[in-house]
């Protein structure tokens, strides 16, 4: 078996608007804790991680108390927005879009393809393995999304407001045994 913990990053600090290198507030730096808390027995022996700075300081915490280094990958990454503030949220048309539109940025189908592929190499790189994947809430949407036949636009709405978020995906071989919502922060 392989289990494998997403977490969502913390709460961003959204005054930055460069989307690679926007911190944490420090109330997410605070809530990062819960990231060590759930996880400190988890057995985890490798990281994962956007090359984002929100997500690497979300996982940053637990990785040191465990003397684990982390990975990036830059397929894990946030979805690719053009118009800020115009996001899926309040346009749920763009969730079922499969299509790029300059306009929206990047399609949910785009970010699922990268993500889905990023992740069928990491269960065959560290099948057996314990791994925490610091991601977003987009790409970790989607995810939840292929994998699950009940997860849904509903589902992605209702964790836009959970940072951070821990979510254990079990799997045999690239087959899902259990997802399980191990804890999150409500903003």
């Not at 970790?140 to 997860?151: F, K, R």
């Amino acid at each position: 078996m392989t289990r494998i913990y997403f977490v969502r990053h913390a709460q961003p600090d959204k005054s930055v608007k460069d989307d690679r290198t926007r911190p944490l507030t420090q109330k997410g730096l605070t809530d990062s804790a819960l990231v060590i808390d759930m996880l400190k027995d988890k057995g985890i022996d490798i990281a994962i991680c956007s090359p984002y700075k929100r997500s690497l300081d979300t996982i940053k915490g637990f990785t040191e108390s465990q003397s684990l280094k982390i990975h990036t990958d830059e397929r894990f990454r946030e979805r690719e927005s053009s118009v800020q503030g115009q996001g899926l949220r309040k346009n749920p048309e763009r969730w079922k879009s499969k299509e790029w539109n300059p306009e929206w940025g990047e399609s949910i189908e785009s970010v699922r393809s990268r993500n889905i592929e990023a992740l069928m190499e990491v269960l065959d790189k560290y099948k057996g393995h314990n791994i925490v994947l610091g991601t977003h809430g987009t790409a970790l949407s989607t995810i939840l999304d292929h994998l699950s036949p009940a997860y849904g636009y509903d589902d992605f709405i209702k964790m836009m407001d959970w940072m951070p978020n821990i979510v254990e995906i079990v799997f045999e071989g690239k087959e899902v045994v259990e997802i399980n919502e191990l804890g999150h922060i409500e903003i």
